[in-house]
């Protein structure tokens, strides 16, 4: 059972170190993220019926999206705060070796989240605000709302010196390798960056009408 296994948050430098193993899988905003392409419709769905087994078995739940051949996976301890553990670690190849298994691909770069940044004056009320119109719960720093489900992005507030006309930003994470490639989309359509300084852990970037993204790894 993974649930023997330890529940303390497992540092930066510990989840990059497995990740040396987990070839299939990526870092997201406090999780393990990857997804898998299928040859048919029922390849995904006996993929995503033995992951269900496998987290019975252990008693440690990932988040499963399956759309059409592309199963999403989100892995996160949610007993430590959600937070990766040695049970995500652990978790994450035992679905690599179920996919090895059935000759199914990752397609790591397909995972992406993403989170609405807010610019407030004070975070904490419209924290509570947000919540209660989403559905969501307040965090603990009441800074920030998450979908008991999983299913919706986080919104997190800040208080702001770099006020923009929009006062509402997209974070989007992708895998590492696909920073550059994202950013240079951007470009390509038309938008613009705005702040290189921060990469790797973010560049933001705008639409032609000054909208803001930060394309974001997890750093």
């Given at each position: 059972m993974l649930g023997c296994m330890a529940l303390t948050a497992l540092e930066p430098q510990e989840i990059a170190?497995?990740?040396?193993?987990?070839?299939d899988w990526?870092?997201?905003?406090?999780?393990?993220?990857?997804?898998?392409?299928?040859?048919?419709v029922?390849?995904?769905?006996?993929?995503?019926?033995?992951?269900?087994v496998v987290a019975e078995e252990t008693g440690h739940h990932p988040d499963v999206d399956w759309r059409y051949r592309h199963v999403f996976v989100r892995t996160t301890t949610r007993a430590a705060g959600n937070h990766v553990t040695e049970r995500d670690t652990a978790l994450a190849a035992r679905i690599s070796a179920l996919a090895g298994?059935?000759?199914?691909?990752?397609?790591?770069?397909?995972a992406r989240s993403y989170e609405i940044g807010v610019d407030a004056d004070d975070p904490a009320a419209l924290a509570h605000s947000w919540a209660a119109?989403?559905?969501y719960q307040v965090?603990?720093?009441?800074?920030?709302?998450?979908?008991?489900?999983?299913?919706?992005?986080?919104?997190?507030?800040?208080?702001?010196d770099s006020p923009?006309?929009?006062?509402?930003?997209?974070?989007?994470?992708v895998a590492d390798e696909?920073?550059?490639e994202v950013v240079a989309a951007v470009g390509a359509s038309g938008g613009r960056t705005l702040d290189p300084s921060h990469a790797p852990s973010f560049v933001v970037v705008a639409d032609p009408d000054g909208n803001r993204f930060c394309i974001c790894t997890v750093h």
């Amino acid at each position: 059972m993974l649930g023997c296994m330890a529940l303390t948050a497992l540092e930066p430098q510990e989840i990059a170190v497995a990740l040396e193993d987990l070839v299939d899988w990526r870092r997201h905003p406090r999780a393990l993220a990857t997804a898998y392409e299928a040859g048919s419709v029922p390849a995904a769905l006996e993929l995503v019926a033995a992951i269900g087994v496998v987290a019975e078995e252990t008693g440690h739940h990932p988040d499963v999206d399956w759309r059409y051949r592309h199963v999403f996976v989100r892995t996160t301890t949610r007993a430590a705060g959600n937070h990766v553990t040695e049970r995500d670690t652990a978790l994450a190849a035992r679905i690599s070796a179920l996919a090895g298994e059935r000759g199914i691909p990752a397609v790591p770069a397909a995972a992406r989240s993403y989170e609405i940044g807010v610019d407030a004056d004070d975070p904490a009320a419209l924290a509570h605000s947000w919540a209660a119109a989403l559905g969501y719960q307040v965090g603990p720093e009441e800074d920030e709302v998450t979908d008991p489900f999983g299913r919706g992005p986080t919104v997190w507030f800040q208080r702001t010196d770099s006020p923009s006309t929009s006062r509402l930003h997209l974070d989007v994470h992708v895998a590492d390798e696909l920073q550059g490639e994202v950013v240079a989309a951007v470009g390509a359509s038309g938008g613009r960056t705005l702040d290189p300084s921060h990469a790797p852990s973010f560049v933001v970037v705008a639409d032609p009408d000054g909208n803001r993204f930060c394309i974001c790894t997890v750093h």
